[in-house]
């Protein structure tokens, strides 16, 4: 049934093309915006309206099953950046236990070539020497330090709420303008 549905269609717009000078290509050719425009140009021909609706619901059959597909691959993406960003955490705490794994085994190494009393030790594959390198410094607590030991950081950024405001009610600022934010929501 479909497929002389679409037979029919098509049988229909060429008979469109033919009788109109009206260039419509095979649906699978055409982008979402060609289709857009063909539909527009239809509904300003005066044509039979069988034919006429007939064809204009192929399109926009078309048309619809294209948005579609766009919006299957908008989902596709959603769950891919979700799935990178789980990902992203799982490696960041993956990078954590492997780095204190390694630094208990350097302190695990360090400790027994030191409780052997030897400088150097030489094995088959490494070369292993402790030695001294810069103390780290701790700091348990900032509140409590002498001010002397205290550098104070100051960030700088936008007031956007009250950029917001502003610009929304027509008043111009230097280094500041609002860009239209439209998008589509997908469910």
Known sequence: MQLQTDKKSRYLRQQITTD????????YNM???????????????DLDP??????????????????????????????????????MTE?????????????RLNQFITDAIDDAGLKELQTEHHILKPRNYRDSVIVEEVKKLPIDYVVEEKTIKADKKKLYEDLKAGKEITGAHLKANRKTLIK
Do not use: C, P
């Open 20 to 27: 109109t000078n009206l260039f419509i290509q095979e649906d």
């Open 31 to 45: 982008n979402v915006f060609d289709i857009n425009n063909a539909i527009e140009e239809l509904e300003q021909k």
């Open 50 to 87: 069988e034919v006429l609706v007939d064809t204009i619901e192929s399109l926009k059959l078309t048309r619809d099953q294209k948005l579609d597909g766009a919006a299957g691959l908008s989902d596709k993406y959603d769950s891919q950046i979700k799935w990178a960003k789980e990902r």
């Open 91 to 103: 490696l960041r705490e993956f990078i954590k236990v492997l780095t204190n794994k390694k630094n």
